[in-house]
């Protein structure tokens, strides 16, 4: 099965569907018709699919117990889009590999402090007027630098 990137949201081309009907056909013992309706019926329903999904498909009817007919259009197309969606979830990345563990509890692992400023003249808020009404503001906070968790968060390719 193929579960590469793009692969996973190009359409099954004819040919393509061809095999996969046929393999289905051949596992649950079933004659396709000799005019190849049946076939192209199930084609215009499940072409805009990608073939891996109706590769994983076929491969779940084909071990699916106690299954003795061909799966029905809505049948195969509801398999196919539940595999389809379980590629899309395997192929993602998360997008952090480890849990976050706070090792700062100044900043918790985010490096940023937050501060409060009383709106004195001698505050080190960065304003240089004076301010009579308090508020909070961040700075840098100091563990950047050696802050494992931050630095894998924030600096990851």
């Not at 590629?87 to 590999?97: G, T």
């Not at 505050?123 to 950047?144: F, Q």
Request: aromatic share 8%; hydrophobic share 35%; with cysteine.
């Amino acid at each position: 099965m193929n579960t590469a990137g793009p692969a996973l949201d190009q359409p099954t081309s004819d040919t393509e569907f061809v095999a996969v009907f046929n393999r289905l056909a051949v596992a649950l013992q079933v004659q396709p018709d000799e005019r190849g309706i049946t076939q192209g019926v199930y084609f215009e329903v499940l072409r805009d699919l990608p073939l891996a999904a109706l590769e994983a498909s076929v491969e779940a009817f084909m071990c699916e117990r106690g299954r003795k007919y061909f799966p029905s259009t809505p049948e195969w197309r509801e398999a196919a889009e539940h595999a389809h969606g379980a590629q899309l979830r395997a192929a993602l990345r998360p997008a952090r590999d480890e849990p976050w563990q706070v090792e700062c509890e100044a900043c918790d692992d985010t490096g940023w402090q937050v501060r409060s400023c009383e709106g004195l003249p001698e505050s080190l808020c960065g304003r240089v007027k004076v301010h009579h009404a308090a508020h909070d503001y961040v700075e840098v906070c100091p563990c950047r630098a050696m802050n494992r968790t931050f630095q894998g968060h924030q600096f990851r390719r």
